[in-house]
């Protein structure tokens, strides 16, 4: 009888013990695992920063010499080839006229006829075309050839409305041209018309130096549209942006191991650097260049490195 009493307590006593014991486990506070993320870090620098705007330009040259037949007949010698170089007078065709040609080939004629007229160079130049090789028939007037002046290579530029304010007559500019090479130049002229398709205003731009630069070549031309001297700049890596670009802001350093969001106002943006408008930073200032992306408005950090 006293061992069936007995048995009941020490099993009710036995799951009180563990209710106890799971109670003031569950009442024990869980331990905080702060996160520490890695960032490097740059201080902002007062500089120059200039903004540019890029159009496209054509090379073109503007003095060019057609030269023309002067007779009706057949093209008996040509001495020259595209690429070539001419001087003044140079005798660069001989014409065989069709009378003497028709004369020569009368069995009945007793005349022997020449009948060539030389044609000649009317400039300095290179030969651009040859529109009539030897051994062609031309009619007086036809084009046989096309000279061009080398000193006289040009780009020309077409300027939307609304930014040939951005550019004066003798401004300097710089040309791109496909290989990468910059070429210094200056506005030559201004034209006072506008093309009717584009709405665009044509600009002359002079090369400052002589360069092998062939018709028609595409370069990009750098046009300042805005520059400051004593700008606040800071690497693009340390501007962070919304979903719709709308706030910008930088991560800042308070002590050794804290970072705090704060937003920011930007003025000019370079190609890798930006200029910071307000708030004012100072050259002690740490602001987080990598790392910085997704934290919160507080984050804890390690420098690992400071630019």
Partial sequence: MMNRVLIPLYTGLACLANFTS???SQDQP????????????SSPH????????????????LVKAVIQS?????????????GDKTVNNQVLFQ????????????????MSLRGMVPVKSKMNGIVATIDHPQGDFVQEGDVLATLIEPGSLVFLLEVPFEL?????????CTLILPDN???????KSVLPSMSGASQTQRMVLKPRFARDIPENLMARVKIVRNAKNNAVILPKSCLLNDEVLKNAWVMKLINDTMAVKIPVATGIRGTDSIEIVSPVFGAADRILNSGNYGLGDTAIVRIIRQQ
């Avoid at 002067?70 to 595209?82: D, F």
């Avoid at 014409?95 to 007793?110: F, H, P």
């Avoid at 040939?164 to 300097?172: D, H, P, T, V, Y």
């Fill in 22 to 24: 799971c109670s003031s």
């Fill in 181 to 187: 090479t910059e070429v210094i130049a200056n506005v």
């Fill in 95 to 110: 014409l065989r006229t069709k009378e003497s040609d028709a004369l020569n080939q009368d069995s009945l004629g007793s």
């Fill in 164 to 172: 040939n304010k951005l550019i004066r007559s003798g401004q300097e």
């Fill in 70 to 82: 002067p007779v009706a007949g057949y093209v008996e010698k040509c001495s020259l080839s595209p």
């Fill in 30 to 41: 869980e331990k905080t695992i702060r996160t520490v993320v890695p960032v490097t870090v």
């Fill in 46 to 61: 007062t500089g120059k920063m200039t903004e540019y705007t890029e159009l496209i330009a054509t090379s073109a040259f």
